[in-house]
């Protein structure tokens, strides 16, 4: 049983494409999160949503859009790709006010932008 | 703006020696501390977190926590070469996760 799902594991595309990735938890969790982890493998937050609400939303280009359409899922939306954006996309989940705030994590999706 | 610093490394140690894995953090208002492991070409695992002050062990893992330092760390006993991997210390506050940078550590057959 998966806990925490995206989709793809791998997404290699040219620039300015837009693509997406998607991510879904089976935990119950009410929190998910985006990540993004550069080459040097420095790991940083990008957007949380709690019951469908965005709650943070880091100093991130707003060619990123996260969608939520139900606590259990969080797309990742990403127009006019750039070779910058070329990492591993992160996602997790947690449940708010239990087990203070821990987070578990998605396989990730590799992205490559050419 | 909340920092999570962790030794550089990538450190080594033999097999069946301790291995100590430092970070310090500037939130003061942090409430909780994680320690994940990452291996290569997979997602962060978490592998222990810790909320007061002092020590927590959980088999051949203790970490610790020092509030009036910024300071928590983790011990790992009886290294294996399996342990061999990135280690990120992260700090949490209101549902975020700050991390470090993290350190790879390299455990010698």
């Known amino acids: 049983d998966t806990a925490v799902s995206q989709t793809p594991k791998y997404l290699v595309t040219q620039m300015g494409n837009d693509k997406s990735i998607k991510c879904e938890q089976n935990?119950?969790?009410?929190?998910m999160y985006w990540y993004k982890q550069d080459s040097k493998k420095f790991l940083k937050i990008m957007f949380s949503y709690n019951n469908k609400e965005l709650i943070i939303n880091e100093t991130v280009p707003n060619r990123f859009s996260p969608k939520s359409p139900d606590k259990a899922h969080l797309n990742l939306h990403i127009n006019s790709l750039e070779l910058g954006d070329s990492a591993v996309y992160f996602c997790?989940?947690?449940?708010?006010?239990?087990?203070?705030?821990?987070?578990?994590f998605g396989p990730g999706t590799r992205l490559l932008v050419l | 703006q909340k920092e999570v610093e962790q030794n550089s490394g990538p450190l080594s140690v033999p097999e069946g020696a301790i291995a100590s894995l430092n970070c310090t953090y500037s939130d003061r208002g942090s409430q909780s501390f994680f320690w994940y492991r990452q291996y290569s070409g997979k997602s962060p695992e978490l592998i222990m977190s810790i909320y007061s002050n002092g020590d927590k062990e959980d088999g051949r893992f203790t970490a610790q926590l020092n509030k009036a330092s910024q300071y928590v760390s983790l011990l790992i006993r009886d290294s294996q070469p399996s342990d061999s991997a990135t280690y990120l210390c992260?700090?949490?506050?209101?549902?975020?996760?700050?991390f470090g940078k993290g350190i790879t550590l390299s455990v010698r057959p």
């Open positions: 992260a700090q949490g506050a209101n549902s975020k996760l700050t």
């Open positions: 935990l119950g969790h009410d929190t």
């Open positions: 997790a989940s947690s449940q708010a006010g239990r087990i203070k705030e821990t987070q578990y």
